[in-house]
């Protein structure tokens, strides 16, 4: 018999749960009397992998419409501005002293005016890179500037932009707003055991002080343990290893050489012999940490090659860097029975592009948006879901594994594997079959909850060199006097702009000192 | 205010003497002066009573408006005579200095490149024994009511901010056929504050806010006073 859905149990914190309790409890109107009760167990003695740390710019449209403000965001989060992924020698050196290097930006190009990508690929701007031709941004990012001036609005910008986050505080901050503003109620304990019943659902968690807490949805948000859909739902779990090799991480938090140096406005992603370094800039501290695969490398290899990152980053003193295992790949199902998974029990692929928190919120939005009404909707509704969260997984690991897969490094087993065809997935090889001789298309991404598109594509495609061939296809676009307008326009934009906009860490520190205005 | 500004010495500036402001003909450059919500009733029958943001801090501020854009004062080009001279330019050329690290602690400027600053005419600062004359002492209090009337703004603007009583307004402005477009300008909010709660609403009666904010609000009308000003202007 089909039930009204009057309440969810939400299990594990971290910032993945405590999102999702956001999501859920905005959405449900859990703060008042008729809302759906959403509760999270929590406990104390587990801790988070808290090293997310990275975002997208659905982040910034989810925290204002989740109703936080920015200004306490950046204050209590130790927050900076993002507005780039910058990624070093993921190509080889353009010449002996010269490192390959492009931006992958959060300002899309203006397709609807000009795509002017077939006429940067004919050689109109010369040596320009990419992305300098088709945005001002890349120049604000090199020239150290934030994304909006003091007199904008919480949330507003010149240009568009995410954040660099301290992950535990956020998961604070997210506790907070959660409990004292959306309704969440929130239990410290220890899940012990989860029951099921002979459906397959579950019944039950069993707690150390709680006794035995129910509800008509559960939440797995317990982290790479998946405690809920793994232990006791029995969905198994799909490996993508064979894709992405990246399984390990060294992750260690560095100090500022001095509290002035200035802060990237960017994620700095550097490619080694067996992965990638990350590089973030917090306002308070650096978090950096060398994602790389087991089967290329060992772990002492590993650390020797972040520390002589870090050396060359004038990062002085011992370096005790955080070994995290990864499991990489999503599992069978999300949703099983009564049982949704969220967070790092969900799924994960090497945080190349920030897409762990991307597609955390991003299914949480999904789920808060598609909530069941009563129990006889839920098996449509978890077909439903299974289906988009499943596809948004397998475009997540194709954007990733184009950055490898199109790269000419040759230095390593781990370049060399990583270029096989037998580890790409057919999807981006038929797309790149395509888009050797053929502009990308909005075509090309037809599903509208695509969470990276074709511009992200161009900006990864174009700056690693990818030669799409139009030589004998100039007809097709007659517009290169228009195209040369909006090149000089981007140049001289950028130039206006830079004597407007702080330097980030400026602009942080007057951020935390006067606050922003909400209007 | 154009700078630069200087601490008044009587061993410096003994002999000097002051002129009291009268128009602004001294600020040409200069589109907007900063007013306290004390003054919004009286500035507002002469000059768009307006908040801006703050450049380098985002803070409000309320000023009035003497041109349509930056760099524009009308009244000075006009040499027209407003009925009320902001207190920021009554105290001009003299200003509060802010001392280093301590706080409410002020030492008095003077700027004496203005053309109020004479040897000749004007009212003596200090005695030939080199004591403060008693127009200084007035000219002082003038300044340190001024500095209270701010600090009670600031508290206003920020009462204002928690009622979300403020929001953005571009204005368009026509001038002999020419369209101007005014950004930057947030005004009160008077939808909402008619939604405003009993409690709420008393509180700013009690208060005594209720005149500042009628008045802002009419005081919008002196934009078109001032297109036509400056439309005069240019046909003269």
């Known amino acids: 018999m089909s039930q009204p859905i009057r309440n969810v149990l939400i299990v594990g914190g971290g910032t993945a749960g405590w999102l999702a309790a956001c999501h859920l409890a905005k959405k449900l109107s859990s703060n008042s009397a008729q809302g759906i009760a959403v509760t999270l167990i929590e406990s104390p003695k587990i801790p988070t992998i808290g090293v997310g740390e990275g975002t997208v710019p659905a982040m910034r449209q989810s925290l204002q419409y989740l109703g936080i403000s920015e200004t306490e965001f950046v204050r209590e989060c130790d927050v900076t501005f993002k507005q780039s992924i910058k990624f070093v020698d993921w190509c080889k050196p353009l010449s002996a002293n010269s490192q390959h290097s492009y931006h992958h930006l959060f300002d899309y190009p203006d397709l609807a005016s000009l795509d002017i990508t077939p006429y940067w690929l004919q050689g109109l701007a010369g040596d320009l890179p990419y992305a300098d031709a088709v945005s001002v941004q890349s120049r604000l990012c090199d020239a150290g500037l934030g994304p909006k001036n003091m007199t904008h609005a919480e949330y507003a910008g010149i240009t568009n932009y995410a954040y660099h986050l301290d992950a535990a505080k956020f998961a604070l901050l997210l506790t907070r707003h959660a409990t004292t503003k959306l309704g969440v109620k929130h239990i410290k304990d220890l899940v012990e055991q989860v029951l099921c019943d002979q459906d397959g659902n579950i019944s039950g968690v069993v707690t150390a002080e709680n006794g035995v807490l129910t509800a008509d949805v559960y939440i797995d948000c317990t982290g790479f343990r998946a405690l809920l859909i793994g232990d006791a739902c029995q969905v198994p779990f799909i490996s993508k290893s064979d894709v992405l090799f990246a399984d390990s991480a060294l992750a260690v938090q560095v100090p500022y050489a001095d509290v002035n140096q200035a802060i990237p406005c960017f994620t700095v992603s550097t490619a080694q012999e067996a992965g990638w370094i990350w590089d973030i800039g917090l306002s308070t501290r650096r978090g950096t940490g060398y994602v790389y695969s087991s089967r290329h490398t060992s772990d002492e290899r590993a650390e020797q090659v972040l520390t002589q990152y870090l050396r060359g980053t004038q990062v002085t003193g011992s370096i005790e860097a955080r070994k995290i295992e990864m499991q990489i790949g999503y599992r069978e199902k999300f949703w099983h029975g009564n049982c949704i998974a969220l967070g790092l029990s969900q799924g994960f692929v090497e945080p190349l592009e920030a897409t762990g928190l991307l597609v955390y919120d991003a299914t949480a939005r999904m789920l808060a948006e598609q909530f069941p009404s009563h129990t006889a909707l839920m098996p449509a509704l978890a077909q439903r879901f299974n289906q988009r969260v499943r596809l948004a997984w397998d475009r997540v690991i194709d954007f990733i594994k184009l950055h490898y897969f199109i790269s000419n490094r040759d230095d390593s087993q781990f370049w060399l594997d990583n270029r096989d065809v037998a580890g790409c997935p057919t999807s981006l090889l038929d797309n790149l079959a395509v888009w050797r001789q053929q502009l990308p298309s909005a075509y090309d991404f037809h599903s509208k909850l695509e969470i990276f598109n074709l511009e992200n594509y161009l900006y990864v495609l174009y700056g690693m060199q990818f030669p799409t061939d139009l030589t004998d296809q100039q007809f097709r676009f007659p517009d290169s006097a228009k195209a040369k307008q909006m090149l000089a326009f981007y140049q001289h934009k950028a130039q206006q702009l830079q004597a407007q906009l702080l330097p980030h860490r400026e602009l942080i520190a007057r951020i935390k000192h006067y606050g922003l205005s909400k209007i | ?236």
């Not at chain 2, 009035?64 to 930056?70: K, N, S, V």
């Not at chain 2, 600053?117 to 007035?138: D, I, K, M, N």
């Open chain 2, 1 to 236: 205010m154009s700078l630069p500004v200087v601490p008044l010495h009587k061993d410096v500036h003994g002999a000097l003497k002051l002129n009291a402001s009268r128009n602004l003909n001294e600020f040409a450059s200069q589109h907007m002066f900063p007013v306290s919500v004390h003054e919004f009733v009286r500035a507002g029958a002469e000059f768009p009573v307006v908040f801006v943001k703050d450049a380098a801090s985002g803070q409000f501020r309320s000023v009035a408006l003497a041109g349509l854009m930056p760099n524009e004062n009308i009244y000075a080009v006009a040499n027209v005579l407003p009925t009320y001279l902001p207190l920021a330019v009554q105290n001009y050329p003299m200003v509060l200095i802010a001392e280093a690290n301590v706080e409410n602690q002020f030492a008095i400027g003077i700027n004496t490149n203005s053309p109020l600053v004479q040897t000749e005419s004007g009212e003596a600062l200090f005695t030939e024994t080199g004591e403060e004359t008693t127009y200084l002492q007035q000219r002082k209090q003038l300044l340190i009511r001024s500095y209270e009337q701010l600090q009670i703004t600031d508290a206003f603007i920020q009462l204002l901010q928690q009622l979300d009583l403020l929001m953005a307004q571009s204005f368009t402005v026509e001038v002999n056929g020419e369209v101007a477009n005014i950004n930057g300008i947030y005004i009160i909010n008077e939808q909402k504050l008619n939604e405003l709660s009993v409690e709420q609403f008393e509180d700013l009666r009690r208060r005594g806010f209720l005149p500042s904010i009628y008045s802002q609000l009419t005081s919008l009308h002196q934009l078109s006073r001032l297109a036509s000003l400056k439309a005069n202007l240019r046909q003269e």
